[in-house]
């Protein structure tokens, strides 16, 4: 998992994602960039959590929405804000 100092900015490969093996670039690219801006634009790590979850739901088909992928962006948000939440926290609100 790659957070840049400078820039923050997301580069999650395939393999620390999880997703499917045949997973496009292209899609990649996209969950990276959401996920960057998403962090960039946001100060609350349980709605940043509850947003990436349902953004992932639209590549589902290329496996964003198993519990690999929500653990990546659970431990990904814990690294970028400092916290402790779990995959769960914010199905709790």
Known sequence: M??????KTITL????WECYIDTPDDVLDKVNSFF???LADNDDAINAQSVMYR??????EWGFCDSECNEVVTQT?????GTK?????????
């Open 2 to 7: 790659t957070i840049s100092n400078l820039m």
């Open 13 to 16: 490969k395939r393999s620390e």
């Open 36 to 38: 960057t801006l998403l």
């Open 55 to 60: 953004y992932l739901g639209v590549y589902s």
């Open 77 to 81: 948000i814990n690294k970028y804000y």
């Open 85 to 93: 939440l779990d995959r769960w926290s914010c199905l709790a609100f």
